[in-house]
């Protein structure tokens, strides 16, 4: 069952292959566009939390972080103790479907493919409830299958089925500058809430 002891154990036995060491080169391009620091930046499955770090180091100021790891969470709030500490960052020991707050974005990396595929409705249905009228979700999705799981993949037809009733799908499109081992097997998305 992929709960908080799963992912927990992941943690400590460091079984994260899906972990990369740095900010996707896709989503760091997308940081690098925006110009209002101030937005209010949710990461859920936020994992080691490279795109929150990349994000608080460009200076913006209003970064949450959810993941249901308890010993993850641990390690962030010391990593990230600094900016905790001034209130730019959050770090949130949660389980995401249990969460609430009010978004100007939410960035996808990597926890749409962790999640029990059955809960994907109720996912799309969720960003959509914790964006403002105007936010965005941005990220990445597998384009590809995957044989057991996690990671759990999928297809473009498949995500706009789920996030359609939504959301206005602006990009979903192959993504041009993923991680080498990731490369033809990721789509870019874009997508704004209705």
Same mark, same amino acid.
């Not at 709030?77 to 960052?89: H, P, S």
């Given at each position: ?13 460091? #079984? ?17 566009? =925006?110009?209002? #620091?101030?937005?209010? @930046?949710? @990461? ?10 990349? =994000?608080? #180091? ?25 900016? @905790? ?23 996808? #990396? ?8 059955? =809960? ?15 936010? /965005? ?6 384009? /590809? ?28 499109? /192959? ?13 870019? @998305?874009?997508? =704004?809430?209705?």
């Amino acid at each position: 069952m992929l709960n908080e002891q799963y992912w927990s154990e992941r943690y400590a036995k460091s #079984q994260t292959g899906w972990d990369v060491g740095k900010v996707s080169p896709a989503l760091k391009d997308y940081f690098d566009q =925006l110009t209002t #620091q101030s937005l209010s @930046i949710l @990461i859920p499955g936020c994992g080691n939390a490279y795109e929150a770090e990349y =994000l608080l #180091q460009q200076g913006f100021t209003d970064i949450t972080l959810i993941d249901i790891s308890g010993i993850l969470v641990q390690n962030l709030q010391e990593k990230l103790k600094d900016y @905790i500490e001034k209130g730019v960052c959050r770090v949130i020991h949660q389980d995401f479907f249990e969460h609430s707050g009010s978004y100007d974005l939410i960035v996808e #990396q990597t926890f749409f493919c962790a999640i029990d595929p059955t =809960l994907r409705p109720k996912y799309a249905q969720k960003m959509s409830e914790l964006l403002k009228p105007t936010g /965005r979700l941005v990220g990445l999705l597998f384009d /590809r299958e995957f044989v057991g799981g996690p990671p759990f993949g999928g297809s473009k037809a498949e995500y706009i089925l789920y996030f359609s009733p939504y959301f206005d799908l602006k990009t979903i499109e /192959r993504c041009t500058n993923s991680i080498p081992p990731r490369a033809g097997n990721e789509l870019f @998305i874009n997508f =704004l809430s209705k």
